[in-house]
């Protein structure tokens, strides 16, 4: 049997995609199945909703532990570059101190901010796309009214998790082979 | 002080009208539809003045700066005031973007995004003016530091590299945070359109599908960058204003400045927002979705900074009476009376006395009365960086010394091409990517329920 791909190139994961238009159906059919113990799930929907996650119950993004050490490394980038530098070649400048650290505060704050900034966009880059899961199946719909669960299962255990979708409250349930 | 209702609406906070998600798909990406004739002449409005300013830059580098007025003792001109000018007119940007998003302010959600590109596009366009001001721009990369043959560093005790680094963070911060923001609303574009354009949004989507794990992410980085932003935007103005604080010059080295100098990049800022988004909330059919509702609250932060100003400017006046400092009471009784006497009051004028119009609920939620509002504020704030920066320098301490500065066809030429290079990219923006946040306002339109009730 020939193996489907997406159209990034990851090889499709089987399992069953439901459509939820209800935001209350979406999440009693996310408790229902973590209930079940069945693991792997991803929901889509348009924007992030309290609901879906607090029935998804993840743990806090470690997003923030990133933008910390991006922060503290631009902060120390910043009176480290401006110490060194002043040492370097001194040059007296209107009778301050060659290493004079108020002005160099500036520096430092500018740097703590732009670093902090762009390690968490770095962050979720990492987290949510390069480390993120691929070949799950997708539909246009979800980025518009429609909140998408994706269950990984194979053959046997589909016809059971789509009796769950549908008794949630699915508008719609299909199986996506691989 | 009498409020406008929000409009009817299903949301939690009352401010879309659009009553389901689908609607506000359908309504985004419909501002993405080919362009209007209208559209299409502004946009040439838009590129001629930039050719102006093109034309104007040539013979700058060909020539030198004397075309621009440059002689002792005034050389920081009409480009150091536009540059302030930019600077500052971002500011409202992050401040709606970042600061109200911190305050969970409601209200921001409609029009956040075309002040974020508004601020990204002013930096960009501030960014230009320190290389074209410094005349030799092919070696403007001498402001940074790095290592060259003469062993030299930059010199960190200096308020214009500060200046630097803090406009350099700014432009990069603003950018990203416009960046970051657009990509879901970008994914819902490409969800709707066919074609080459599918393919174009597909790969500026960054392969956005809005999974659990994407927004539990995204989410968290939002509010962080919301954080990191919100100090930024108050630190850049500060190190604008040190420029002139840390300076001895008469007029200059005040305290006030920091405050005087964010209050006033603030209130600028929302005079450009409301030129704007007046006109384009109308070309792009999104009244429904910018209501009298969200510009009677940018009338009030208007008003708010206006009077903030107001209070400066009074003060500024008031420090110089009090101190008994004959040079810093010369330079005040000459911004009022002395050869500059018609730029100090059109600033005093446009800024504190025409924003207290606002103070009427009527004047408030008439678009036409603040339209003309917003453009007497942005005549206004390019002026009091002009008196500020100009007649401080005209007349300093050594009176024969001193001399007058009128701008010269080369400063018109450039601040043209400025205003013509702002409106290309404000513009472009417009019609590309989507002028209104998809996914906040979603976020706010509770989604239907089957046992019924909010959540």
């Known amino acids: 049997m020939a193996v489907r791909k997406t159209a990034r190139g990851a090889r499709r994961k089987p399992g069953v995609l439901a459509s939820f238009v209800h935001v209350d159906a979406a999440a009693d059919a996310i408790r229902a199945l973590r209930a079940r113990g069945i693991k792997g799930l991803v929901v889509y929907s348009a924007a992030p909703n309290h609901e879906i996650e607090e029935a998804l119950d993840h743990r806090v993004s470690p997003v923030r532990l990133i933008t910390l050490i991006g922060g503290l490394t631009g902060c120390a980038a910043g009176f480290g570059m401006t110490l060194w530098m002043s040492y370097d070649w001194p040059v007296l400048v209107g009778g301050k101190p060659i290493g004079s650290v108020p002005p160099y505060v500036v520096i430092a704050f500018e740097l703590t901010i732009l670093l902090g900034a762009l390690s968490t966009v770095a962050a979720v880059a990492l987290f949510s796309i390069l480390m993120g899961r691929r070949g799950v199946p997708y539909d246009p719909k979800f980025s518009d009214d429609t909140i998408g669960v994706f269950v990984p299962a194979t053959q046997d255990l589909a016809r059971q998790v789509e009796q769950m979708m549908h008794s949630a409250g699915a508008v719609e349930v299909r199986y996506e082979g691989a | ?455």
């Open chain 2, 1 to 455: 002080m009498a409020a406008v209702a929000p409009p009817r609406s299903v949301g939690h906070d009352g401010l879309v009208i659009t009553q389901t998600h689908a609607d506000v798909t359908r309504d985004v990406v419909g501002t993405l539809s080919p362009p209007t004739r209208g559209y299409v002449l502004l946009l040439l409005g838009a590129v001629s003045l930039f050719l102006i300013g093109i034309v104007t830059f040539l013979v700058l580098v060909k020539d030198g700066l004397g075309h621009a007025g440059y002689q002792p003792p005034i050389f920081w001109s009409v480009y150091i005031t536009t540059f302030v000018f930019w600077v500052g007119i971002g500011h409202a940007g992050t401040l709606i973007s970042a600061i109200l998003f911190l305050f969970r302010s409601p209200w921001r959600t409609a029009v956040y995004r075309s002040t974020e590109a508004m601020t990204v596009f002013a930096v960009m366009t501030a960014g230009l003016f320190p290389i074209i001001h410094i005349g030799r721009q092919w070696i403007f990369y001498w402001l940074l530091p790095y290592p060259n043959s003469r062993f030299l560093w930059p010199n960190f005790k200096s308020p214009l590299i500060w200046d630097v680094f803090a406009i350099s963070t700014y432009l990069t911060v603003s950018t990203t945070f416009l960046v970051f923001g657009l990509i879901p609303d970008v994914a819902a574009v490409r969800d709707k359109a066919s074609g080459w354009r599918k393919k174009v949004y597909e790969l500026a989507s960054v392969g956005w599908r809005g999974t659990d794990n994407q927004w539990r992410h995204y989410s968290r980085a939002y509010l962080y960058l919301a954080a990191l932003a919100t100090p930024l935007v108050l630190s850049v103005h500060s190190v604008v204003s040190w420029d002139f604080a840390v300076s001895i010059l008469p007029g200059w080295h005040g305290t006030i400045f920091a405050p005087y100098f964010v209050a006033g990049a603030i209130y600028s800022g929302i005079g450009m927002v409301l030129t704007l988004i007046i006109p384009l909330r109308r070309a792009l059919r999104i009244e429904h979705m910018i209501t009298a509702y969200h510009f009677d609250n940018l009338a009030k932060l208007t008003l708010l900074t206006g009077s903030i100003l107001f209070y400066a400017y009074g003060m500024e006046y008031f420090v110089a009476w009090y101190s008994s400092n004959i040079f810093e009471q010369t330079t005040f009784y000459r911004r009022a009376f002395g050869p500059y006497w018609w730029a100090g009051w059109t600033m005093i004028i446009c800024n504190a006395f025409v924003s207290q119009l606002l103070w009427f609920r009527k004047i408030r939620t008439n678009l036409t009365s603040l339209f003309v509002i917003s453009i007497f504020i942005n005549i206004g704030m390019w002026f009091e960086r002009y008196v500020i920066i100009v007649s401080s320098l005209s007349n300093d301490y050594v009176p024969w010394a001193w001399d007058q500065l009128n701008p010269t066809w080369a400063d018109w030429g450039i601040l043209a091409g400025s205003f013509g290079w702002f409106g290309m990219w404000f513009l472009l923006f417009a019609k590309n990517f989507p002028i209104v946040a998809i996914q906040e306002i979603k976020e706010m339109i509770p989604m239907p329920r089957k046992r019924g009730g909010h959540h």
